[in-house]
């Protein structure tokens, strides 16, 4: 049976730790700042953007939240980036994703400042992941990686099967596990016969965005299983990418859905802001 890695558990540890580094930033007089756009009333959305404030506040990150019609324009929006941009009280400045019909959120991003852009969307930032010289790492995998230093196993050397090919999750998932010496396969929904990938894998990170894509007749015995998946089923609901029931008696390491790795996500956007924070006080000689 698998040992369970509880995102929950080890979000809760890292946000105690940036509590305390924000603190000390706070006694130089740099407060954290984050800034979170949602445009229109995606019901997803709104839990997502109430979890980053509630994060904000438990922490103790100054924030400012926007809340746009649906009817805005791209070029209010833009401008209003203009504006953080330009602001000394915000570190870091987030896009809610998805955003209504009509609104190119590529554009959008693009007008971010790189050094403020804390989901490292950016194509500077992206840029910089792609050849290991990185100011942010974008919040997922870098929450993934988190969760696969906690079981102590070194990724040099390692099997690595990453299935899902985002620009979110997927390409840069597959960077991270580069750098840290892993032989890396990306997989995806045109990969035939995907088991014989999976099978290989001392380190399987799930991220289709399929419920129940992976079986527990796909893994290797004793393996590492990271599950990124946020889907609904038929009942309504939250379930991963890997079908847990069959897969927790094979895998060695197995993080559950939900409580995986939805906690790390936000807590990594902490992580981002508070860099950025710290970046901009060397910047001010502070």
């Known amino acids: 049976m698998a040992e369970i890695i509880s995102g929950t558990a ?11 580094e924000t603190d000390k930033l706070k006694a130089q ?16 959305s709104k839990v997502y953007v109430r979890n980053k404030t509630k994060a904000c506040e438990e922490i103790g990150f100054y ?18 980036v203009d504006t953080l941009n330009h602001s000394d009280k915000i570190h870091g400045i987030l896009i809610q994703a998805p ?49 696969i230093h ?20 997927g390409k840069p998932q597959a960077m991270l596990l580069l750098k840290e010496n892993g032989t890396v396969t990306i997989c995806h929904s045109k990969t035939p016969d995907l088991a014989q990938f999976t099978k290989n894998a001392d380190i399987l990170v799930a991220a289709a965005g399929k419920a129940g894509l992976i079986r527990g007749d796909m893994i290797k015995p004793g393996s590492i299983v990271i599950d990124v998946g946020m889907n609904r089923n038929e009942e309504g609901k939250l379930v ?19 409580g995986g790795v939805g906690p790390m996500t936000i807590t990594m956007l902490m992580k981002n802001t508070l860099r950025s924070a710290r970046n901009h006080g060397k910047n001010k000689n502070l």
């Open 99 to 147: 955003l209504p019909k009509g609104l190119d959120f590529k554009n959008i991003i693009n007008h971010i400042s790189p050094e403020k852009d804390v989901d490292a969307f950016h194509p500077v930032n992206v840029g910089k992941i792609t050849i290991g010289d990185f100011d942010f790492l974008p919040c997922t995998p870098a929450g993934v990686m988190e969760l």
């Open 10 to 20: 080890l979000s809760a540890t890292i946000r105690s730790e940036l509590k305390c």
């Open 29 to 44: 007089g740099i407060v954290p700042g984050l800034a979170v756009v949602l445009v229109g009333e995606d019901p997803a």
């Open 63 to 80: 924030h400012e939240q926007y809340n746009l019609p649906a009817t805005i324009t791209e070029h209010e929006i833009l401008d209003l």
């Open 150 to 169: 906690t079981t102590g196993i070194s990724v040099e050397g390692k099997n690595c099967v990453v299935v899902g090919r985002s620009n979110i999750v």
């Open 240 to 258: 991963g990418d890997v079908d847990f029931a069959s897969a927790e008696p094979v895998a060695g390491f197995i993080t559950p859905v939900p």
